[in-house]
């Protein structure tokens, strides 16, 4: 069974950096390309940034490109997003999610998802 | 950015009903289009991808249809564990974009 488990989130302060992660069991992790997914209190869902299997490739909202990082290391199953200069409207859940090959492209989808970790960013 | 919009944003059914949700795309984005459902305080699901296939596991009362900038979710026989929020997501190309949501509610 594919299970993914994020963590990392917490309350931090305005400008702030945090690092997510998500842990990835269940397929051969290196094959598949997975995003993060995030969705602010009581809104609705917003894609955030994609990477391939290789971590070759990586994509990017306009919303946090330059201040966001994606990165995996494939021999541990894991992804990272770093996230710096945050701001209050970073403050949401951060999904991560699997695609259904290597590489993000034209006909992909996010399945399954983890569960979420909760980031607020306040002073 | 492909804009996808939603209708309605919430709605109200009997158990037993038919239920449909729309999906427009601001342009054509061919059969690209996954449908999601969201319960509440749980993560999404996906439903339907590439606009009518079936994912596997999902009931047969869901089912997806439309090409090019419209696309519609059907749920045949609504019951009560089809609370949820529905959302629309085209992968034509990136930013992937999803809709505002569809809130759906038992009568």
């Known amino acids: 069974e594919v299970q993914l488990l994020e963590s990392g989130g917490a309350l931090v302060q305005p400008g702030g950096s945090l690092r997510l992660s998500c842990a990835a069991s269940g397929f051969t992790f290196k094959n598949y390309a997975m995003s993060w997914v995030r969705q602010a209190p009581g809104k609705g869902l917003e894609w955030v940034s994609g990477?391939?299997?290789?971590?070759?490739?990586?994509y990017y909202a306009d919303s946090v490109k330059g201040r966001f990082t994606f990165s995996r290391d494939n021999s541990k199953d894991m992804l990272y997003l770093q996230m710096n200069s945050l701001g209050a409207e970073d403050t949401a859940i951060y999904y991560c999610a699997k695609a259904p090959n290597w590489n993000w492209g034209p006909g992909a989808w996010f399945d399954p998802w983890g569960q979420g970790t909760l980031v607020t960013v306040s002073s | 950015d492909i804009q996808m919009t939603q209708s309605p944003s919430s709605l109200s059914a009997s158990v037993g009903d038919r239920v449909t949700i729309a999906c427009r795309a601001s342009?054509?984005?061919?059969?690209?289009l996954n449908w999601y459902q969201q319960k509440p305080g749980k993560a999404p699901k996906l439903l339907i991808y590439?606009?009518?296939s079936l994912q596997s596991g999902v009931p047969s009362r869901f089912s997806g249809s439309g090409s090019g900038t419209d696309f519609t979710l059907t749920i045949s026989d609504l019951q009560p564990e089809d609370v949820a929020t529905y959302y629309c997501q085209q992968s034509y190309s990136s930013p992937w974009t999803f809709g505002q949501g569809t809130r759906v509610e038992i009568k």
């Open positions: 342009r054509n984005i061919n059969s690209y």
């Open positions: 990477i391939s299997g290789s971590g070759g490739n990586t």
């Open positions: 590439a606009a009518s």
